[in-house]
């Protein structure tokens, strides 16, 4: 089994190619202004999507085909929470992390409690993964997730198929979307060094939400705040142990095809 584990100074590398081809800031006038540079690049939740990615295909189905977005939804006028934050961590290393399935059972105990972690898929494309979440049918042991399978209720444009699965869309080199039944989060990766991430989190929900679907959101909220404390400490290490003259790569599983593609699509981009 190959290793994808890159050398440290293939980390750098990355990093610095990755300055370039970031995008811009989420600001309106910003979009405005690539909109009109690029009339083919679609611009929503404060983000710029290049021609070149099928942003529509990507959320309207994961196979790329189907109707328009019942995710539209939350695509619309409906932002309520930016939170901006910094790694302790290269941007490559941060999003493995995200790419990892793997470290989910013994890195996220309260997660893992919501998730059924032996049906969790990843469905890669050429230029992103879509990753199928579902939910376990008794979630257990866990108030936060308890209470949260107990009320969470699909919003309008879904329906019961979506209720209990998380997904989450990782598109090449540095964006994610975190799509629930109840609100969708937004999430830019930018490096600032080699050991060093900046975070850009936006959050969507639906404009009028019910008592009961905004308790269920503020649940969900809590346990992705958890969830995030837990891998930032795990990146934190990563970055340390890379540092180390006793860091060696490790084989990866067949779990591990989207940290596999990360890494062909890097070393394609680099020339090597
Ligand atoms: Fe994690």
Redesign the pocket.
């Known amino acids: 089994m190959p290793s994808y584990a890159f050398p440290d100074r293939y980390v750098a590398a990355a990093a610095v190619l990755l300055t370039t081809v970031v995008l811009p800031p989420p600001a309106a006038a910003k979009r405005a202004d690539a909109a009109k540079r690029h009339p083919a690049a679609k611009s929503t939740t404060g983000l710029n999507f290049s021609a070149a990615f099928p942003f529509d295909w990507c959320v309207a189905d994961k196979k790329g085909k189907g109707p328009p977005s019942k995710f539209q939804i939350f695509l619309e006028e409906s932002l309520v929470r930016v939170l901006i934050g910094e790694e302790p961590a290269n941007w490559k290393v941060v999003a493995e ?2 790419l ?1 399935g793997y ?2 059972p013994i ?2 105990p309260a ?1 893992v409690r919501l998730l059924d972690y032996k049906r969790y898929e990843a469905d890669i494309h050429d230029h992103w993964v879509w990753f199928e979440a579902p939910h376990r049918e008794e979630p257990t042991d866990n108030w936060i997730v308890r209470l949260y399978s107990k009320i969470v209720q699909p919003m309008p444009g879904l329906s019961a198929d979506d209720l209990r699965v998380w997904r989450y869309v990782f598109i090449y080199p540095n964006t994610i979307l975190d799509i629930y039944p109840d609100q969708m989060n937004t999430w830019v990766i930018r490096p600032t060094g080699v050991d060093s991430s900046h975070d850009h989190y936006e959050c969507y929900r639906p404009v009028h939400n019910s008592l009961r679907t905004r308790v269920a959101q503020r649940l969900n909220l809590r346990l992705n705040t958890i ?1 995030a404390h ?2 930032i400490d ?1 990146v934190r290490n990563v970055q340390t142990g890379l540092g180390t003259r006793d860091y060696e790569c490790g084989p990866l599983s067949e779990r591990d095809a989207a940290l596999a593609w990360f890494a062909d699509r890097i070393r394609g981009d680099l020339g090597l």
């Open positions: 992390n995200y990892d470290h989910i890195a996220h997660l969830v837990e891998d795990l």
